[in-house]
């Protein structure tokens, strides 16, 4: 493609996108397919052929030999077969042909994938079907085409799905709201997101090198060096050349798909960086963060970089973390969660801030649980992200709006008036006039909610499946509850007092890296689900499943699923890491040390010969064969530990939780003091400074 091609050109030129189809389906076919995407119909078989036959001329025209399914299984990655258009004809040739079977339905090894126990080895079967809301795009040569998965059964295999289910039941209960107060022109309430994504960039070369970032995306070793962050220099500082051209590279990337890429800069730690979307509905934007990752790390392999999106690749510096910015928007324009400049708007805005309200704190563990994992797990409580207790932050402006309701007191703003939840007495409320608060798990930015609790490497699928949910439920209770009003007004006012009362517990304005938060959540009685192996066992929660089976987002088997997928996976990452780190300590870190001591012994040994002092070649060599010794007999913990590990998943989890890990890191600290008086010519693999500083 010409590098002259602008922007607006580009963008979306590898996506059949809605100008796409308009330019090639007849207006009958686009106006069902349309029809489909808003009102949630049906596709007839005619319809899906010429759309077929039409996407298909697009993407061979394009250079496509092959297209394939996209999905989302409950791995957190994408996958794909690939089939080519190829068919065959008379005389021994071919033609091109896709049809609309081929487009709507396509069939995977259900058994092959995470299934949690709803498929087993010899229920192999399992769908893909087309998801006609997100649009197909072209990728290395073949078309791809989003679609769900589920099993033979009907029960969601992936992520998508249960992401579809619950934006129609967010939208649907939120419609109910919005008539209560005359708006009949919204036809959809559509969740809309924007996932910040963190990343490290490294040399592949070093990368290469290090057993343990090509075994678990992370190093099990490492020393802190000289000099980490502590200047401050790095945070949104002046763009190396080597990155600002994978940045660039990105972009384009990302453009061409039809990816809203638009924020990148530095962050905190040396070699971190950042990108973010402009918003989009919550379908989109969890198909673009799947997309970016994949093509993070693919444009960084051409730049011989490697991309880590792992929550903390370098211990003793920021990990990286996912801000998933939601917030509901209507099909006519409206953000729900912007405060109005008339009354109305305002009383509407502060309904749906009261639901947010109830739903995180009557959920809260739940939401815990989305973002619970063992790469977040090193993350999560440090100092560097919100603590593992869910709040939110208002600011002091809107936090002072919800004190006056709760209080029944003034709130002066602009002048002192009354606040009052009556059409004609609501007064102003500030918008986006307040300080941020990175400390805090669920922040308020002024039309928006900022859910800073995901790590980087997760599916954001989960998460904005919770707050969907969430805010289904307790809108619906509004309904409700308003529906069988018969004085609308009053009865509004009483409604937002009472929940904002009720749930006050949960907003937290302060620091909430402070211990003192830690224990005021305590007293309040918000739950602290510290580890992942805390907070996994809420799936099972009876509260919390009749939540997910009554608005129909997932059956209680689908639920349990994926608490043992996810419960399986603690288990299985955290082993792998041991494995690795022995494999490391047996073979490239006990050797190196051995024979650094050796060298040292045998200078000592020449040194008094000589009659020359060798203090540093004795002290060191003895300390070395102290935490040698050490190191050696934590090994064989670590073995003896991996063959003791329970059958139970769950009592795995634990086990790994608080005998394998405790253990990792003992040897861990071993072998970082190790690094520190080991020769640098004589340690076995590149180390922090090397890693942080070289690109």
Known sequence: MSTSMKLPERFGRLVFNEDAMKERLSPDSYGTWKKCITDGTQLDLDTANEIAEAMKQWAVERGCTHYTHWFQPMTGVTAEKHDSFITPAEG???????????LVRGESDASSFPSGGLRATFEARGYTAWDPSSFAFIKEGSLCIPTVFCSHSGHALDAKTPLLRSMDEVNRQALRVLRLFGDTETKRVIPQVGAEQEYFLIDKALYNR???????????FGAKPPRGQELEDHYYGAIKPRVAAYMKDLDESLWDLGVLSQT???????????????FSDANSACDHNQLTMEMMKKVADRHNLVCLLHEKPFAGFNGSGKHDNWSLGTD????????????????????????????VDEYQDFLRATVAFPGNDHRLGAQEAPPAVLSIFLGDELNAVVDSIINGTEYQEAGKRTLAIGVDAMPAIPQDNTDRNRTSPMAFTGNKFEFRMLGSSQSISGPNVALNTIMAEELGQFADELEQSSDFQSDLHALIKRVFTEHQRILFNGNGYDDAWIAEAERRGLSNLVSTADALPMYYSDKNAALFVKHGIYTREELEARAEIHIENYSTVTIIEAKTMIDMLRHEILPAVSGFADQLCQRAYHKDAMGVACGYETTTAKTISQLTDELTAVCSQLETDLKQIPHDSLDAMVYCHNVLIPHMDSARTLADKLETLTAADCWPFPVYSELLFSV
């Open 210 to 220: 290090r057993k343990d970032l090509r075994m678990t995306g992370r190093t099990l």
């Open 332 to 359: 006519t324009g409206k953000n729900l969660f912007k405060p109005g400049s008339t009354p109305s708007q305002n009383a509407r805005f502060l309904l749906f801030l009261a639901a947010f309200i109830k739903g």
């Open 264 to 278: 990148k800069h530095n962050e905190v730690a040396p070699s971190q960086h950042e990108m973010a979307p402009i």
């Open 92 to 102: 021994g040739k071919i033609i091109m042909e896709f049809s609309g079977k081929n």
